[in-house]
């Protein structure tokens, strides 16, 4: 018999406090250690002391994610254009096949995107599923992502993913705009 109050006695492996745990796993301190954190937070001035330290812009986190990945999905200009500038490699692909364009689409951030084309971004890379940077703008419904994107690239609207699926198959509606804007670069 133990001598503390049946409300101290306890189970050890049964611990569920409300709080959030404290232990991190070694990935999640590397992430919040590395560049990539400072880039998803929009914080210029960490991603430059880690540039100054001589960090590879292209260096990726667990997932295969850069720093000009988080950026791009973040809508953080000014970082996605140092990182550029330091050589980080504007066609970076995760393990899943994304591109910092599949993410800057995916979020409609148009500036990023017109600069990572304007660097060389390529609008047919494909994912794992096959999608390029059109078939996420279109599956978010961000028209300006998609005027931008079939602008740069007008045949891309004609790419299929891995389902036989062109961009045009994601519209839900075809009273959408985006129907007969992707349906006339298709026929024009």
């Not at 960090?55 to 990182?83: F, K, Q, V, W």
């Not at 910092?100 to 990023?112: F, K, T, V």
Request: hydrophobic residues 30%; negative net charge.
């Amino acid at each position: 018999m133990n001598n503390f109050p049946s409300e101290h006695a306890h189970n050890c492996g049964a611990h569920s406090s409300g709080a959030p745990s404290v232990h991190q796993t070694l990935d999640e301190m590397e992430f919040e250690r590395g560049i990539w954190s400072a880039a998803l937070n929009g914080d210029y001035v960490e991603v430059q002391r880690h540039l100054e330290k001589g960090e590879n812009t292209n260096i990726t986190d667990s997932s295969g994610y850069t720093a000009l990945h988080y950026a791009s999905r973040n809508n953080h200009l000014n970082i996605c254009d140092l990182l550029l500038k330091s050589g980080a490699d504007v066609n970076c692909i995760t393990k899943s096949g994304v591109t910092p364009l599949h993410r800057a689409a995916y979020r409609g951030n148009i500036e990023i995107l017109q600069l990572l084309l304007k660097r060389g971004a390529s609008p047919t890379i494909q994912d794992c599923d096959g999608k390029t940077a059109l078939h996420k703008a279109v599956e978010m419904e961000k028209t300006d992502a998609v005027d931008v994107l079939v602008k740069q690239f007008p045949d891309s609207v004609s790419i299929m993913d891995n389902k036989g699926q062109t961009p045009i198959s994601y519209v839900k509606d075809q009273s959408n705009p985006l129907y007969t804007k992707l349906m006339h670069q298709n026929t024009g």
